[in-house]
């Protein structure tokens, strides 16, 4: 079904998922702008940006094939937030790789509780929307996970980038589910 065709979002559960599927644009757009400039300041984590960028596309189609299923049109901040994914993106990679360990950990751990709280209320109210949630926990927990690992949160602008980062996409969300 064509984009035009769709409605807007009318339920909780279909805001839930547009939101997703906008915010998994912005995922992949990160990690793709972080990919190229990795080439030049941090060729050491090109691989596992790959993978992790592989992991958002597979999730973005998991919540398009759904808002299609369902007739839902997308977020309204769908390029938006593919625009600005790509902007921190290629800002964050700029900064070498404990920057690009800071973005990852703090988009995670945002969108890890926002995860929790859909999978909270989806379970009762749309079963459907909330196996498209679970199916993506895992890949979005060891995206969080291997940034930790890799993060050294001992200098003062890894934990102001945490802070911003964090700020910024609990804002999208808020503002996605408007």
């Given at each position: 079904m064509l984009?035009?065709?769709?409605r807007?979002?009318q339920?909780?559960?279909?805001?839930?998922?547009?939101?997703?599927?906008a915010?998994?644009n912005?995922?992949?757009?990160?990690?793709?702008a972080?990919?190229?400039?990795?080439?030049?300041?941090?060729?050491?984590?090109?691989?596992?940006l790959?993978?992790h960028q592989?992991?958002?596309?597979?999730?973005?189609?998991?919540?398009g094939?759904?808002?299609?299923?369902n007739?839902?049109?997308?977020?309204v901040?769908y390029h938006l937030?593919?625009l600005?994914?790509?902007?921190?993106?290629?800002?964050?990679?700029?900064?070498?790789a404990?920057?690009?360990?800071?973005t990852?950990?703090?988009?995670?751990?945002?969108?890890?509780?926002?995860?929790?709280?859909?999978?909270?209320?989806?379970?009762i109210?749309?079963?459907?929307?909330?196996?498209?949630?679970r199916?993506?926990?895992?890949?979005e927990?060891?995206?969080h996970?291997?940034?930790?690992?890799?993060?050294?949160?001992?200098?003062?602008?890894?934990r102001s980038?945490?802070?911003?980062?964090?700020?910024?996409?609990?804002?999208?969300?808020?503002?996605?589910?408007?």
């Amino acid at each position: 079904m064509l984009f035009s065709k769709r409605r807007p979002a009318q339920t909780t559960a279909e805001k839930m998922i547009k939101v997703n599927h906008a915010g998994e644009n912005g995922a992949v757009n990160i990690y793709r702008a972080q990919r190229l400039v990795a080439l030049i300041r941090a060729p050491s984590v090109r691989g596992q940006l790959t993978v992790h960028q592989a992991h958002e596309e597979a999730h973005r189609r998991l919540f398009g094939n759904w808002l299609a299923r369902n007739g839902v049109r997308r977020c309204v901040s769908y390029h938006l937030c593919g625009l600005g994914g790509f902007a921190l993106g290629f800002v964050t990679g700029a900064m070498g790789a404990n920057a690009i360990a800071a973005t990852t950990f703090a988009v995670e751990n945002v969108v890890l509780e926002h995860l929790d709280e859909q999978i909270s209320y989806l379970s009762i109210n749309d079963p459907s929307a909330c196996d498209c949630v679970r199916a993506i926990l895992r890949d979005e927990q060891d995206h969080h996970d291997q940034a930790e690992h890799d993060l050294d949160q001992s200098h003062s602008l890894t934990r102001s980038l945490i802070w911003i980062v964090r700020l910024c996409t609990e804002s999208v969300i808020r503002f996605g589910m408007r």
